[in-house]
């Protein structure tokens, strides 16, 4: 075996702070190079790694790697992904805070495969998709994730929310995810094929509608295996404004399993108003 002093693991697409530890060791075998238990410190937290590498004479084989996080224990997790520019699916997916992590990842040369669950807390999800027709803006901070179509990427997650998970619908909706809240993605890179399934349901937040801010004060997501990005879409969200002659009004909008593509609220006040004098 090989003693590798001070060894740091720098995977940046998934973990954004340095994974350290003070000593490892590796054992190798013939074609074989293998750790096992290897305890490294990401920032407040801990992560512990198993290896595998092979290789077929001077080439890689492959690379296999498992991660996983003690009970209870979160690392910092910045996680970007999209679909090429131009495809059918148009989405980026960007996650950034807090989560344990029990991940199984594949590397060869022609193939990345990542298969996880994630418990998370104090984190962001952020989807930006076509299907709102609003994305009008480059995202330099973003893996795309096939830019070879020869080498394939697959993602196999499932996530469940804790505290302070925000989910945002740029730029139509911010909203807090309700705990224990599950949350199943996967994405093939050669067909561009994603899928989202998850029943979300909101404890407050905001929609952004006709450069008004409303307040949620019910909320709901519903992502299905089929049309998983374009999902049914239940709110009811308030305002409190003045009318014309300065007395108080609340206006409520409501939309009931309205597809994001679809979403045209109504509206309602109190005291009761025209749809003109509350628009």
């Known amino acids: 075996g090989v003693v590798v002093q001070n060894p740091v693991i720098s995977c940046p697409d998934y973990v954004p702070d340095l994974m350290k530890s003070d000593v490892m060791d590796v054992v190798i075998r013939n074609n074989r190079l293998t750790v096992h238990d290897q305890v490294f410190t990401v920032k407040k937290g801990k992560a512990i790694l198993d290896l595998e590498l092979v290789m077929d004479r001077w080439f ?49 040369t022609t193939a990345f495969d990542l298969k996880g669950t994630f418990f998370t807390e104090d984190l962001e999800i952020n989807i930006i998709t076509d299907v709102l027709g609003l994305q009008k803006k480059q995202n330099n901070d973003v893996i795309y994730t096939n830019p070879n179509k020869d080498y394939s990427v697959t993602l196999d997650m499932e996530l469940t929310t804790g505290q302070h998970v925000e989910l945002i619908y740029d730029p139509l909706l911010r909203g807090l995810i309700a705990p224990n809240t599950n949350v199943k993605f996967t994405f093939d890179s050669i067909t561009q094929d994603v899928t989202i399934i998850s029943d979300v349901v909101l404890r407050g937040g905001e929609v952004t509608y006709l450069n008004r801010n409303f307040y949620i004060r019910e909320g709901r997501i519903i992502f299905s295996e089929i049309n998983s990005l374009d999902p049914l879409i239940t709110i009811r969200a308030e305002i409190r404004e003045q009318d014309v002659n300065g007395e108080p009004v609340r206006i409520t909008m409501s939309a009931e399993n309205q597809r994001l593509s679809d979403f045209n609220p109504t509206y309602t006040s109190s005291p009761p108003k025209s749809e003109i004098e509350i628009m």
């Open 60 to 108: 890689l084989d492959y690379l296999k790697l498992w991660i996983k996080t003690p009970t209870g224990v979160t690392v910092p997790a910045k996680v970007n992904i999209s679909s090429n520019p131009g495809s059918n699916s148009g989405l980026t997916v960007l996650v950034e805070g807090n989560s344990t992590c029990d991940l199984d990842m594949t590397i060869t």
